[in-house]
């Protein structure tokens, strides 16, 4: 049952974020304009969660489940804490620029994916997010040529 609560979500967030990225002034960089990224992800969490609904329905039809809600322990407390930490993320966008915030918010998904955060974990998902947030900064600054957002601060 919490696939398919998942998988209406992302189907749901993959049409809000389309229809929003519609608003992007079309600016070109080289062959491809500023709007291509936004929706080519927007349409491939479109059909994934097709697929991931579609999936989850044909598994509760061959269970024959009863239709209930399970909540997993602190899942709702993480939900909540991710929220406000994206919030939060996309405050501190516009005061840091793209890449501090982007290792926080990657750092913080990260200790909430693990059923217990340990001082390793912290250790171990800094260095992972410093290098993943590194990768795309590089992907779509040097590669794309693309402008990512400066800070006031920094």
Not at 74 to 90: C, M
Not at 107 to 136: C, H, N, P, Q, W
Request: overall charge positive; some cysteine; proline content about 3%.
């Amino acid at each position: 049952m919490s696939e398919l609560v998942a998988s209406i979500c992302f189907l749901i967030g993959g049409f809000v974020f389309f229809f929003e990225s519609q608003k992007i002034r079309v600016l070109r960089f080289g062959s491809l304009g500023g709007d291509f990224f936004p929706k080519m992800l927007s349409i491939m969490t479109i059909v994934v969660s097709i697929v991931w609904l579609i999936s989850s329905v044909v598994k509760l039809l061959k269970k024959k489940q009863s239709m209930r809600l399970e909540f997993v322990p602190g899942g709702v407390a993480r939900t909540v804490v991710y929220l406000v930490g994206f919030a939060l993320y996309i405050f501190m966008l516009d005061l840091f620029g793209f890449f501090v915030p982007s290792v926080g918010i990657s750092l913080l998904t990260y200790l909430l994916l693990k059923e217990r955060a340990r001082l390793l974990d912290f250790l171990t998902g800094g260095i992972y997010s410093l290098v993943m947030v590194t990768i795309v900064w590089l992907l779509f600054t040097r590669v794309l040529g693309l402008i990512l957002p400066a800070g006031r601060l920094i």
